[in-house]
């Protein structure tokens, strides 16, 4: 299975979220 | 199932007059004896009825990608793939809502249509559309058999909002900065749930979490959860009821079915994630480190009893409609007595759950949102 360039920037979005709420 | 023990699992497998196993037609039931013989029946009932045998190519119709990713299903998780890469039409099925009626694709209820071994069926139906991303997304949630069709719309309500639920629960742990669950103690259990809660813990051979996992909809929603050690996957059961005890023995009951099912149910592999390892841990599912700081709470009492399916349908539509969500219908088959299967989608909800199955899914806009904080999550 592999994710699509589009569901890839989602995925990167989230994390990129999730990284700036922790710090 | 089980030894003969209560709560109890039962599995069942429709045959055809020919004595051959009719396609699809097996499923599992639980809790008590006559419950669980009753539930597996209809859960067979259900897979058939909504399975490819009864499959009508000249009950649906085509509609291009972008009229669904404009439509109510804009909010859904998979219309990311919508995107015009693939321009044929997708076979779709006519729901009701209630500004009338809405295609809804077929892939999204429908995993046996977009199996690699179903091209036939899909070239029956006209659809040539390419399936290989969005069937990652394709899920059997939101289907139910019920007496009356006002009963298997409330189960498939409730099973709508249960899936959400636990997806919201592994975005918020697993992609968001953290998650303190609500574990209810197990010492302010009614008698009967306290006995599910036991024979759980027998079954599984492991110390038994009951999660109160319900959503900004409000309506009660547990998740029974065992942690997974390094020799077997994490084990689980869910449910959802207005009623919380109702809610709680659903739950209990189904991590019972699901660990004694485990020999004749295959599971998928979340390992297959491995090269994204954000996905991996919510498809691990390993919730060891925030049961460590989770807030211990006492079984919610029961309010007003729920009452008759009628009004516990009209009063869990109510719940969904006051933030914003809207469910679209469709009925797939009706026999003879008014034993009725329906299908629901709900635009918005998340179906991300799929990913501990070790399906290859992103959580959609509700999820994001999700994840961001805890914050309430905004209206659809």
């Known amino acids: 299975q592999e994710l699509t360039e589009a569901e890839r920037e989602r995925l990167r979005e989230i994390t990129e979220e999730r990284d700036e709420n922790a710090g | 199932m089980g030894e003969g023990r209560e709560p109890a699992a039962w599995h069942c497998r429709l045959r055809g007059p020919d004595g051959v196993p009719a396609p699809s037609a097996e499923g599992m039931g639980k809790g008590r004896r006559?419950?669980?013989?009753?539930?597996?029946?209809?859960?067979?009932?259900?897979?058939?009825?909504?399975?490819?045998?009864?499959?009508?190519?000249?009950?649906?119709?085509?509609?291009?990608?972008?009229?669904?990713?404009?439509?109510?299903?804009?909010?859904?998780?998979?219309?990311?793939?919508?995107?015009?890469?693939?321009?044929?039409?997708?076979?779709?099925?006519?729901?009701?809502?209630?500004?009338?009626?809405v295609p809804v694709p077929l892939f999204l209820s429908a995993p046996w249509y977009v199996e690699a071994d179903a091209a036939r069926l899909r070239e029956r139906a006209g659809d040539a559309h390419d399936y290989t991303g969005l069937m990652r997304y394709s899920c059997n949630s939101g289907s139910a058999v019920g007496v009356t069709a006002t009963e298997a719309l409330?189960?498939?309500?409730?099973?709508?909002?249960?899936?959400?639920?636990?997806?919201?629960?592994?975005?918020?742990?697993?992609?968001?900065?953290?998650?303190?669950?609500?574990?209810?103690?197990?010492?302010?259990?009614?008698?009967?749930?306290?006995?599910?809660h036991a024979v759980a813990g027998q079954v599984t051979g492991a110390p038994v979490h009951l999660l109160d996992i319900t959503s900004d909809l409000m309506v009660p929603t547990m998740l029974?959860?065992?942690?997974?050690?390094?020799?077997?996957?994490?084990?689980?059961?869910?449910?959802?009821?207005?009623?919380?005890?109702?809610?709680a023995w659903r739950a209990l009951t189904e991590l019972v079915q699901?660990?004694?099912?485990?020999?004749?149910?295959?599971?998928?592999?979340?390992?297959?994630?491995?090269?994204?390892?954000?996905?991996?841990?919510?498809?691990?599912?390993?919730?060891?480190?925030?049961?460590?700081?989770?807030?211990?709470?006492?079984?919610?009492?029961?309010?007003?009893?729920?009452?008759?399916?009628?009004?516990?349908?009209?009063?869990?539509?109510?719940?969904?409609?006051?933030?914003?969500?809207?469910?679209?219908?469709?009925?797939?088959?009706v026999l003879p007595g008014r034993i009725t299967a329906v299908h629901v989608v709900v635009p918005g909800l998340e179906r991300f759950m799929l990913v501990v199955e070790g399906n290859l899914v992103l959580p959609g806009p509700r999820g994001r949102a999700a994840a961001r904080g805890p914050a309430d999550l905004p209206r659809a």
């Open chain 2, 258 to 333: 699901t660990t004694v099912g485990e020999r004749i149910q295959r599971r998928g592999d979340a390992e297959r994630l491995a090269r994204y390892p954000e996905l991996l841990a919510c498809g691990r599912f390993d919730l060891t480190e925030h049961l460590r700081a989770a807030r211990t709470v006492p079984f919610p009492e029961d309010g007003a009893r729920p009452g008759r399916p009628r009004d516990q349908l009209r009063e869990v539509a109510a719940r969904l409609g006051a933030r914003g969500y809207t469910p679209l219908t469709r009925t797939v088959a």
């Open chain 2, 34 to 101: 006559a419950e669980a013989r009753a539930g597996a029946l209809f859960e067979a009932l259900e897979h058939y009825l909504t399975g490819p045998a009864l499959f009508d190519p000249a009950a649906v119709e085509p509609v291009e990608p972008a009229r669904i990713a404009a439509g109510p299903l804009r909010a859904d998780a998979s219309a990311v793939l919508l995107d015009g890469r693939c321009a044929a039409p997708l076979a779709c099925h006519r729901y009701q809502g209630p500004g009338g009626a």
């Open chain 2, 154 to 196: 409330l189960h498939a309500l409730n099973e709508t909002i249960e899936r959400d639920a636990l997806s919201l629960l592994l975005v918020r742990a697993f992609l968001g900065t953290g998650e303190r669950p609500s574990v209810v103690d197990p010492r302010t259990l009614p008698p009967e749930l306290a006995r599910a």
């Open chain 2, 224 to 247: 029974a959860y065992v942690a997974p050690t390094p020799d077997r996957p994490h084990r689980r059961g869910a449910g959802t009821s207005l009623s919380p005890a109702h809610a």
